[in-house]
Each structure stands twice: as C-alpha cells, then as structure tokens.
C-alpha cells in the first residue's frame, strides 16, 4: 500500500459546484497533514494545514479522520481560478525512511469550468 | 520576506554533460530538500539536509547526483554527465526543520537533455 494515495482525477466540476477530494495514509503514526495546491508549471503552494476538529479557511474545509486514516478537503462554490492540482501531504514524526519527514501524495487534479 | 529561490530557471544542456543547480532557502530555516518532478507526475524526494547532520542522501537515483549544502544555507545539486530521462523539474524546498513545519518551495529549475 503506498504511503499516501490519492485518487488522481482529473475532477472536471462546474462553477459554484461543491467538489470533495480524499486521501488515504499508511503510516498510524502520522502527526500533521496538509494541503498543498500546485498550479500548472509552477511549485506547490501551502493551501492548508488539517487539524484534527477540522478547520475551515473561507470556501474551504479539511478534515480529518484519524481512525480510518484519511483527511479530506471539501471547496464550496468552485471558482475557475481553484483549477490546479491539490496534493496531500503527511507529516510523519523521525520518520526512519527517506523524504526527510513530509510524504507527498501524487496530486488530485481540479479542473473548473465555466 | 524573501522566499526560496532558485537559479537557473532553466537550463537546456546536452547529454553528458555536468549541469549545477542552485538553491537559496529562506534566511533561518535549518532544513532543506530537493526534489524533482516529471511532467505530469508527483514529487520524487531526491535529498534532505536538515542543520549540521548527515544528509538524508535515500532518493537520489544514481551516483551521477549529488548536493551539498555550504554553510547551512545555499545548496548544490549537481547532476553529472546528464541522461535524457534526467529532464525533469528540480524543486528545492526549505523548513525551520521543526517536527511540524510546512515546507516552501522555490520556483523550481527546468532542465532539458538534448
């Protein structure tokens, strides 16, 4: 089983709809998740850190789930700028493996159309 | 403040040749990565320095790679006699190297292999 999986998309939704992305990790010991977008050609950005009552930044909301080992994002009211990809990312505390500590996922592409 | 930068841009070379790849992080954090991403793939950890310990050399993919990291600032990546399959995006990212800390990524260099 791969360290963190996403399904990668791509997720074509109309403007304004409400779009949902999950992601699964291996690892129980996991310690902090994130979100990060990456638009095309460009670096990955912080969108969001997920914390574990959940937290919502204006249109949108990251949870997680401890026990089944997933965190999700949820983007209401899809604007045509969200399009990108929207990666995964899990803090895993003295990781022994390589990557340092952060796991990347593979991305979930978001396609927004007007 | 400044952010993490990188130079070149780009960078075409042709096969066999030596390229440098250079990384600036964020003035004080302590921890560094390189990566590097294929068109339309993920993120492929390549090698991880965090303060004055060993790097974390796991991902590098052949010893054709390698990095340094001078002063625990200003990073290195340097790919030796250059292959076709090594085109790809380089990303240097930096941290204050705490457990929990997200990571910021530079813009990247772009390398072709003739």
């Known amino acids: 089983r791969k360290e963190v999986e996403q399904d990668p998309g791509p997720f074509n939704v109309p403007e304004g709809a409400t779009v949902a992305f999950n992601c699964t990790y291996s690892?129980?010991?996991?310690?902090?998740f994130f979100w990060y977008r990456q638009d095309c050609r460009k670096e990955p950005k912080l969108l969001m850190s997920?914390?574990?009552s959940g937290n919502e930044d204006g249109r949108f909301t990251a949870q997680l789930n401890r026990a089944s080992q997933y965190i999700s994002l949820l983007i209401r009211d899809s604007k045509l700028s969200d399009s990108a990809t929207y990666l995964c990312?899990?803090?895993?505390?003295?990781?022994?493996?390589?990557?340092?500590?952060?796991?990347f996922g593979k991305g979930t592409k978001l396609s927004v159309k007007p | 403040g400044a952010g993490v930068s990188q130079s070149p841009s780009n960078k075409v070379t042709e096969k066999g040749k030596d390229v440098e790849l250079r990384c600036d992080p964020i003035?004080?954090?302590?921890?560094l990565y390189w990566y590097r991403q294929s068109l339309g793939q993920g993120l492929e950890f390549l090698i991880y320095?965090?303060?004055?310990?060993?790097?974390?050399k796991s991902g590098l993919p052949s010893d054709r790679f390698s990095a340094e990291r001078t002063g625990g600032s200003v990073s290195t990546l340097t790919i030796q006699r250059t292959q076709q399959e090594d085109s790809a995006v380089y990303l240097c990212a930096s941290s204050r190297g705490l457990a929990f800390d997200t990571q910021y990524f530079g813009p990247g260099t772009r390398l072709t292999v003739l």
């Open positions: 003035s004080g954090h302590t921890a």
């Open positions: 320095f965090q303060g004055n310990s060993a790097p974390d």
């Open positions: 690892n129980s010991a996991s310690q902090s």
């Open positions: 990312v899990v803090n895993i505390l003295n990781y022994g493996g390589s990557q340092g500590n952060l796991i």
């Open positions: 997920v914390y574990s």
